[in-house]
């Protein structure tokens, strides 16, 4: 959530209007089991889960617009029709169908994707899926198909054409071999006695709608599917991007397109997947409690730290260890140690006055520059248009280091420059290369303010009001050495001490 997030707070930086999607998937077979387990309704048992995610939502400052559950009446009318449709077009059939059946992963596998292993824990023989190590079982059954076969020239004439449909390239290599190794129709429903808690599925009550066909067109349900003729994108379809794991890109990234091209709608522009958190090198499992508590960690290290630490150390391409320590090295390194240092050392400094720096050096300055700050008004120069480069990429840890780089070499900048030998001095060209080097300084801490809105607003609404930088000048406009000569008195109170610092001590260090 918090990586979509920060996708969708950039795209309104940057002064368009942007659309945020998030919810629970509710219906299938792990559902069904697992409302049984706790001994409770289906129904209730996912008012219960959506309740606590909407809450985390909350709590991590989602600025989500929609929280779709797929047991929603809207939802539910949207997968029917999407079914009909799909029938009326021949796409969907009855057939009988044999294979390996992962509950937890709500699909099933060929026989070349799964293998036989010995469990750990059990020291039993059991069949698993060589993709997502999920337990499988035989089944066989009388469902109905999805046309998936005739879609392979289709796909990948689609995938030739939106050669960065996949993020990152490496997925999209994958998928385009594994269409190109040819399709097998899908399975796309299951009977009532195997499923009751799903989407029935139209004219025959005998059947639900697989699970992954229903979740797929939560997508569309909340920008307004069925469309009215000619309204098509009025909701904001086709989506710019859907961020998913690795363990879902081929329900994604094959299934889904599929589903769409065959009734004409068109695919998502995008689709980021990202790769795992672990914890000790171990994945994450409620089954093994190798789990992380989301809330006591927003607790203890607070909601912009957590965005921070999950933007800067998620994982992309590789699964990311989660660890307490490297949350406090980061915190150290970047958040106290670096901005929060920096902005104290510049707004609480009492050798120089900032609002007078900004006044004086804040415009063409016809004298030459010493080499230190040549360096320096080149790196506020160039970082807006580099950070915006990574994030049309999508990379937004590679954004979040460009931006966190100015943070550092600004300090180093204060510390070669000594701005405070300068300013016992009387000779006005010195005056003038003090008010020179806080002016750069404070501007590098401005620019890098506005581009870190995204990965937390809380704090670099903060650093706005530390600065006095007006709500009109933190857009992305304004991200450009110069772009603002009206700020540099504070909005409030910079206290004393760790009082009123933008990123204090910690009360621990473990």
Same mark, same amino acid.
């Given at each position: 959530m918090v990586l979509s997030d920060i996708l969708k707070r950039w795209q309104v930086l940057l002064g368009k209007e942007a659309i945020l999607c998030t919810g629970t998937d509710e219906n299938g077979i792990k559902i069904q089991q697992a409302a049984a387990h706790a001994g409770m309704e289906p129904k209730s048992f996912c008012d219960q889960g959506a309740q606590v995610f909407k809450k985390l939502a909350e709590r991590a400052e989602i600025s989500n617009d929609h !929280?779709?559950?797929?047991?929603?009446?809207?939802?539910? @009318?949207?997968?029917?029709?999407?079914? $009909?449709?799909?029938?009326?077009? +021949?796409?969907?059939?009855?057939? =009988? /169908?044999?294979?390996?059946?992962?509950?937890?992963?709500?699909?099933?596998?060929?026989?070349?994707?799964?293998?036989?292993?010995?469990?750990?824990?059990?020291?039993? =023989?059991?069949?698993?899926?060589?993709?997502?190590?999920?337990?499988?079982?035989?089944?066989?059954?009388?469902?109905?198909? !999805?046309?998936?076969?005739?879609?392979?020239? #289709?796909?990948?004439? !689609?995938?030739?054409?939106?050669?960065k449909f996949v993020v990152p390239a490496s997925r999209m290599a994958d998928v385009v071999k594994a269409v190109s190794s040819g399709l097998q129709d899908l399975s796309v429903s299951r009977p009532i006695e195997r499923l009751t808690w799903g989407i029935r599925v139209p004219d025959d009550e005998s059947q639900t709608i697989y699970v992954w066909l229903d979740a797929l067109v939560n997508y569309i349900t909340k920008a307004g599917y069925p469309w009215t003729p000619g309204r098509e994108s009025g909701g904001g379809w086709p989506a710019d991007c859907h961020v998913v794991g690795k363990d879902i890109v081929r329900f994604h990234c094959i299934y889904w397109p599929a589903f769409l091209l065959a009734l004409d709608i068109p695919p998502p522009k995008q689709v980021?997947? /990202?790769?795992?958190?672990?914890?000790?090198?171990?994945?994450?499992? %409620?089954?093994?409690? &190798?789990?992380?508590?989301?809330? /006591?960690?927003?607790?203890? $290290?607070? *909601?912009?730290?957590?965005?921070?630490?999950?933007?800067?150390?998620?994982?992309?391409? @590789? @699964?990311?260890?989660?660890? &307490?320590?490297?949350?406090?090295?980061?915190?150290?390194?970047?958040?106290? +140690? +670096?901005? +929060?240092?920096?902005?104290?050392?510049?707004?609480?400094?009492?050798?120089?006055? *900032?609002?007078?720096?900004?006044?004086?050096?804040?415009?063409?300055?016809?004298? %030459?520059?010493?080499?230190?700050?040549?360096?320096? #008004?080149?790196?506020?120069?160039?970082a807006s248009g580099i950070v915006r480069s990574f994030m049309d990429e999508l990379d937004v840890g590679g954004a979040l280091r460009t931006i966190m780089s100015r943070i550092y070499?600004?300090?180093?900048?204060?510390?070669?420059?000594?701005?405070?030998?300068?300013?016992?001095?009387? @000779?006005?060209?010195? %005056?003038?290369?003090?008010?020179?080097?806080?002016y750069l300084s404070v501007e590098a801490v401005r620019v890098c303010g506005i581009l870190l809105q995204p990965f937390m607003p809380g704090k670099m609404a903060q650093l706005m009001e530390i600065l006095g930088v007006e709500a009109k000048h933190q857009t992305f406009e304004y991200a450009k050495l110069g772009a603002d000569t009206s700020y540099g008195a504070p909005r409030v109170g910079l206290g004393k001490g760790t009082e009123g610092v933008l990123f204090p001590p910690l009360a621990s260090d473990i």
């Open positions: !929280f779709v559950r797929t047991t929603d009446s809207d939802h539910r @009318d949207a997968v029917q029709y999407f079914w $009909f449709l799909l029938k009326e077009r +021949g796409y969907i059939f009855p057939a =009988k /169908h044999e294979g390996w059946y992962s509950v937890s992963d709500e699909t099933f596998y060929p026989e070349s994707a799964v293998h036989l292993i010995l469990d750990p824990q059990t020291g039993r =023989k059991i069949m698993t899926s060589i993709e997502t190590g999920s337990q499988v079982e035989w089944a066989s059954e009388s469902n109905y198909h !999805f046309r998936l076969s005739a879609f392979k020239d #289709r796909l990948l004439e !689609f995938y030739r054409q939106n050669p980021l997947t /990202h790769a795992h958190w672990t914890l000790g090198r171990q994945k994450m499992a %409620k089954s093994t409690g &190798n789990v992380v508590n989301p809330f /006591h960690a927003l607790d203890r $290290f607070g *909601v912009d730290t957590m965005r921070y630490y999950l933007a800067l150390d998620g994982g992309i391409n @590789d @699964d990311a260890d989660y660890e &307490n320590r490297y949350i406090i090295k980061e915190y150290k390194k970047g958040l106290h +140690g +670096g901005l +929060g240092n920096l902005t104290s050392r510049i707004m609480r400094g009492k050798c120089w006055d *900032v609002r007078r720096a900004i006044e004086s050096a804040g415009h063409p300055n016809q004298h %030459k520059i010493d080499e230190l700050s040549s360096a320096q #008004r080149s790196r506020i120069q160039g070499q600004t300090n180093k900048y204060i510390n070669d420059s000594a701005p405070w030998d300068l300013a016992t001095s009387n @000779d006005p060209a010195d %005056k003038v290369q003090l008010d020179r080097i806080i």
